[in-house]
């Protein structure tokens, strides 16, 4: 009768010490990943030169991995560029508008406390 058994050390440590080998590491993403964490540590610490600096090239080695993402964004910026600055030209009308409303209104109001008040 067998209570408990025990595993056989010499199986345990080769499975401890062996590296698996067809595994690939994908060495600019994790580049990409140290430099971002450097910069960012780096930016914690004040040395805002150096962290910018490693936090741009993390950004640049993570941006090769997506190529076509970039591509896409890059041909869609011109259109969203036109947007915003259809959107900037609406808010400049209206604050146009809604200035020469208050000035015909402090007229108005002037006018008023000129016929008002007794000579």
């Known amino acids: 009768m067998n209570i408990a058994s025990f595993p056989n050390p010499e199986s345990r440590t080769s499975r401890i010490t062996e590296m698996p080998r ?7 993403k994790v580049a990409a990943c140290g430099s971002l964490v450097a910069g960012g540590l780096l930016l914690l610490t004040g040395q805002k030169r150096a962290g ?38 609406q808010v400049r009308d209206v604050v ?24």
Request: proline share 3%; no cysteine; glycine share 4%.
């Open 22 to 28: 067809n595994e690939s590491y994908d060495w600019v």
């Open 52 to 89: 910018l600096v490693m936090a741009a090239s993390g950004t640049a080695l993570a941006l090769m991995d997506h190529e076509e993402t970039l591509k896409r964004w890059w041909e869609a910026l011109p259109g969203y560029v036109d947007r915003a600055q259809s959107m900037f030209e």
């Open 96 to 119: 146009e508008d809604v200035t020469q409303k208050g000035e015909s209104l402090r007229r108005v109001l002037s006018r008023e406390q000129d016929t008002t008040t007794p000579a």
